[in-house]
């Protein structure tokens, strides 16, 4: 089974700019919500992907990832996710022997700018930079699928 572990939090400024290894952009939306899963299709760059998340415990849920084409994606995310579409740009920074990665949000999300880091296991160990701030893992209105439903601009 595939788990994912991870920790996230707002950035409080733009000096992580000065690192990014790379950056990609994202279109992401929901196709099913439920309360055990979630079911969200998302275009990363010219690649497709399906993912089903289970229900978040601590900071560890249940991740299923699958590739698609591309272009099942874009017809998914015009034609059968909720509105609106996250879009976002992902940006991965390296700190402390961990891989952050750094969500620019647009559109409706204009503004939010967030950090997260997967982890081997819950405790693990890890640098925090100093453009970390606040942690909101347990904050599920940071969700990207609350994102979806409650745009960041509307709070």
């Given at each position: 089974?595939?788990?994912?572990?991870?920790?996230?939090?707002?950035?409080?400024?733009?000096?992580?700019?000065?690192?990014?290894?790379?950056?990609?952009?994202?279109?992401?939306?929901?196709?099913?919500?439920?309360?055990?899963?979630?079911?969200?299709?998302?275009?990363?760059?010219?690649?497709?992907?399906?993912?089903?998340?289970?229900?978040?415990?601590?900071?560890?849920?249940?991740?299923?990832e699958y590739e698609i084409p591309i272009d099942d994606a874009r017809v998914m995310l015009e034609t059968l996710s909720s509105l609106p579409v996250i879009d976002k740009v992902r940006h991965r920074v390296r700190c402390g022997g961990h891989l952050w990665e750094v969500d620019v949000f647009a559109g409706e999300n204009a503004g939010l700018v967030l950090a997260e880091i997967e982890l081997a296991s819950e405790n693990e160990a890890f640098e925090r930079p100093d453009w970390v701030g606040a942690e909101v893992s347990d904050d599920p209105r940071y969700y990207n699928s609350n994102l979806a439903r409650h745009p960041f601009r509307s709070w």
């Open positions: 089974m595939g788990l994912e572990i991870e920790r996230k939090f707002l950035v409080k400024n733009a000096s992580w700019r000065d690192s990014v290894e790379d950056r990609e952009p994202i279109l992401q939306g929901y196709l099913a919500e439920a309360g055990r899963a979630t079911v969200r299709v998302r275009a990363k760059g010219d690649r497709g992907f399906l993912t089903i998340k289970g229900r978040t415990t601590g900071v560890t849920r249940s991740e299923f």
